[in-house]
């Protein structure tokens, strides 16, 4: 008896990203991930017509597992700028370290193409949770508290350095807990937001 698909593309997706972090994206090959996977070459090629479209669906995957925790912050709607702040750090570190071999995959692909299925699909993605964030701050800016940016830039300011200290620490650059320097950012990103 077979397994589910579900299973089946779980597999594959796991499998190719053991292959993609451990390899590196140029030297995987998908025969690699079909012998790794134990599935037939029908069965891979019925999921993912190419290397490429497994890269895609991974990072698909990897961003909505990422922006769950951010729509969860949302729905509990954060009071203040300091909290949003400060949940959103603290969750992406996090999410981080629960899931090093997925952040390591992002960051080792980069981007998608845009004009590619997964790129729309993140691009939808994005947008939604772009949406929610400004709908949440309208308030506080309307009030003074935050001071008028576009997304791209409050992003930046929030999550940038982040990136860059979970970057040097997936890379064994950083010691200690990614968690250790939630409130330094956090504060950082607050005083450059703030009104």
């Known amino acids: 008896m077979t397994a589910p698909s579900t299973d089946t593309r779980t597999r594959i997706l796991e499998t ?9 994206y140029e030297q995987t090959t998908t025969a690699r991930i079909r012998e790794r996977s134990g599935v037939s070459n029908g069965t891979l090629f019925h999921y993912f017509p190419t290397k490429e479209a497994i890269a895609d669906a991974l990072y698909v995957q990897a ?7 951010l729509w969860e912050l949302l729905r509990r709607r954060p009071r203040s700028l300091e909290a949003a ?35 729309a699909e993140l691009a939808e993605l994005n947008r939604g949770l772009a949406t929610a964030y400004r709908e949440w701050m309208a308030p ?56």
């Open 16 to 24: 190719a990203l053991a292959c993609f972090t451990a390899d590196g």
């Open 63 to 69: 961003i909505s597992s990422y922006q769950e925790g």
């Open 85 to 119: 702040v400060r949940g959103t750090v603290e969750h992406q570190l996090t999410w981080t370290e629960a899931h090093r071999e997925h952040a390591r995959f992002l960051y080792m692909r980069g981007h998608l193409q845009w004009d590619s299925a997964a790129g």
């Open 140 to 195: 506080l800016i309307e009030a003074g508290a935050i001071r008028r940016r576009s997304m791209l830039v409050i992003g930046a300011i929030v999550t940038g350095p982040a990136h860059a200290i979970a970057r040097r620490w997936l890379a064994g650059q950083v010691d200690g807990p990614l968690r250790s320097y939630v409130e330094e950012l956090s504060d950082a990103a607050c005083a450059a937001l703030a009104a």
